[in-house]
């Protein structure tokens, strides 16, 4: 369908759900935007992000441009997922008491957008599909306590000289952290010991020059 049938527009569809404010313009070029491709939208804690989600989704539904089940949503966290999913089908209901639209596919649960989580989604393909490449379908992400149980039983099984003075109490978070910072970059831990060993060769390199200053304790531990 193209924009120039479409039914009903993003202020349109405001007006009828009887919402408080009405859409930004920036929030409206997003919820407007074609469909014909990738759409990247930048925005901080706060700034509406599950406000515009549920709208597109509305006004995608409405004007025909998919079918509902057609759509899936994806979020971070548990509390924004049940918070798009409620807004959605609070949504829907109230959209098939304003208007006399044939749009009785709301009412089929397999015809609803698929709101899910990131972690949820993806263990769902594992379960589902993962054994086309050996995987268990019992296979599953571990969350963040399961992770810090096993990072201390690491530590407090360990036998070797840690070759640190951070408190061993210490070590599972600090590792924990270097692992989250390394999965948010979508790094492997050889890409990081790679730059790490470079670094330490030039900062050698450069305090072995002459008129440059030596290298300092501080900077050798961070190095080791």
Known sequence: MTDNNKKY????????LGSKYAPTSEQVK????????????????????????SSKILYMTLNNLVLPNEILALTFANKAKQELED???????????????????????FLFPHVATYNSFASNIVRNYGYKIGLSPLARLINDAEIMQILNAIVNGWQNDFESDMPISQIPQNVYYIYQKISEH???IEDVEKYFNDLAISI???????GKPKITAEIKNIVD
């Not at 807004?87 to 649960?109: G, Q």
């Open 204 to 210: 050698n390199n450069n305090s072995s020059s002459k």
């Open 30 to 53: 997003i919820i407007e935007a074609p469909l014909d491709g990738a759409l990247l939208v930048i925005a901080g804690a706060g700034a509406g992000k599950t406000e515009v989600m």
């Open 9 to 16: 527009t993003s202020l349109q569809i405001a007006r009828m």
């Open 87 to 109: 807004r959605i089908r609070a949504r829907l209901s109230k959209v098939r008491r304003a208007t006399s639209d044939e749009i009785n596919y709301f009412d089929e649960e």
């Open 186 to 188: 979508d790094l492997e």
